[in-house]
């Protein structure tokens, strides 16, 4: 859908009950006084919100991005054109760190299994086959490169064979989950994470992979990455300000969210970040909910308290972004007060841990902070109300999250946010 007017590029222990003692049991009894007098102070209760705002949005992970033209069914997936790939082979806060986590884990194997009896497995190598071209330079005995684009697999055909790597690397065209290799993968390298981390189809593709494609799946150091996360905040957009119906009609959206270059100052979040998806690789099961920590919940709440020193910070960066789309003195100033104390939606982007000692990590915004920087990975806005919210210090948006993450990649993610902002004052 068509923006008007938009500097952004829409293309993430047990104590007894009555406090004395704790009993330890061993092989003997052994009786140990408690030193910690129980504490009786009644939990302070939170007042009551002076007045509510609901706010809501639910779309699906293809909603507003490009899909594979070859499938005329309504079973899509995510695809790429030539210069969303150049982006990620480019992205110097992505590449660099997959390819120092390929080298470390074949130079470091369990059992100490030399490199060149390593089998590795490379899903969505994309055209230059990037990292299937790193693991057989790094001295990996075979590598399987799957990717189910048909011209991005051709270019990567193209791309081994000029390195003379086809001893080594084979492309396989097509789904990792309708192919069968020849002999398990020792680990695989799965750079499938989309901006909302599930939404390119992870979960689905590393559960078949769990089952089918590696010799040791319940080992974090058979997956790169070994864990996923979206963390998420409450944040304004200057053109939700701007734009108000009826002269912009935001619910034609229809949920579809507007996607952010990482660095657009268009959007500022108003929290400290809180992870709404956290997927360990190993972990990954069928039938079990996609929630946080491995959560048994179809969904969760999530609440975030609105930061006024943030939204003082905000209004100095909405200004100088207001400040290019030549707006007068005093309407730069208005809105800019206007932008600066409300909540548009929930922002969303992901964070890529590979290692499974967590030393190798990409963060596509600052952690913990989520400030902008440099990255070829998008932050996510769905527009959750008609009109942006007025919020002030201290106010709690409280958010039920629901993600849908079905165990078939042909099968579109589905995700709602559906909460209300208290205000108390």
Not at 43 to 65: C, E, F, R, Y
Not at 239 to 246: E, G, I, T, V
Not at 342 to 366: C, F, H, K, Y
Request: charged fraction near 25%; include cysteine.
């Amino acid at each position: 859908m068509t923006i008007p007017f938009s500097p952004v590029s829409p293309v993430l222990a047990a104590d007894d009950d009555n406090g004395d003692i704790s009993t330890v049991t061993t092989s003997t009894t052994i009786t140990i006084p408690d030193p910690t007098p129980p504490d009786n102070t009644p939990t302070p209760t939170k007042p009551d919100p002076l007045s509510t705002d609901h706010i809501t949005a639910t779309w699906n992970s293809i909603d507003g991005l490009k899909t594979n033209d070859e499938n005329k069914s309504e079973n899509k997936f995510v695809s790429f054109d030539p210069s969303a790939y150049k982006a990620m082979k480019d992205d110097e806060s992505r590449t660099p760190l997959f390819e120092r986590a390929i080298q470390q884990r074949l130079q470091n194997a369990p059992d100490n299994i030399p490199a060149s009896e390593q089998v590795v497995l490379d899903i969505g190598t994309g055209p230059f086959a990037l990292f299937a071209i790193t693991a057989a330079q790094a001295g990996a005995g075979k590598v399987y490169a799957i990717e189910a684009n048909r011209e991005a697999a051709k270019s990567a055909r193209a791309t081994v064979q000029q390195l003379g790597l086809t001893n080594t690397i084979t492309i396989l065209e097509g789904f990792s989950t309708e192919i069968t290799l020849p002999t398990k993968a020792d680990f695989v390298i799965a750079e499938i994470v989309g901006s909302i981390a599930t939404e390119e189809g992870a979960y689905a593709t590393i559960l078949d992979a769990h089952e089918r494609h590696v010799k040791k799946p319940e080992e974090g150091s058979s997956w790169i990455p070994s864990r996923i996360q979206t963390f998420a905040a409450p944040a304004g957009y200057t053109l939700h300000n701007m734009f108000s119906p009826p002269a912009f009609d935001w619910g034609k959206l229809k949920g579809e969210p507007v996607r952010f270059n990482c660095r657009d100052e268009a959007l500022q979040i108003l929290s400290d970040p809180v992870v709404v998806e956290d997927i360990e690789f190993k972990d990954v099961k069928r039938g079990v909910p996609r929630r946080l920590g491995g959560s048994t919940l179809t969904s969760q709440q999530i609440s975030f308290v609105i930061d006024g020193e943030r939204m003082n910070d905000n209004r100095v960066k909405f200004r100088d972004e207001l400040r290019r789309g030549g707006l007068r003195k005093l309407e730069l100033e208005q809105m800019t007060t206007k932008t600066g104390q409300t909540v548009s939606g929930i922002a969303m982007w992901p964070r890529i841990l590979l290692d499974t000692e967590e030393q190798i990590l990409i963060n596509t915004r600052t952690y913990p902070k989520g400030d902008h920087q440099k990255s070829h990975w998008q932050t996510v806005l769905p527009i959750m109300s008609d009109e942006p919210v007025r919020v002030k210090d201290g106010d709690e948006v409280l958010v039920t999250v629901d993600f849908n993450v079905p165990d078939s990649v042909l099968s579109a993610p589905t995700y709602k946010l559906d909460g209300d902002i208290l205000h108390y004052s």
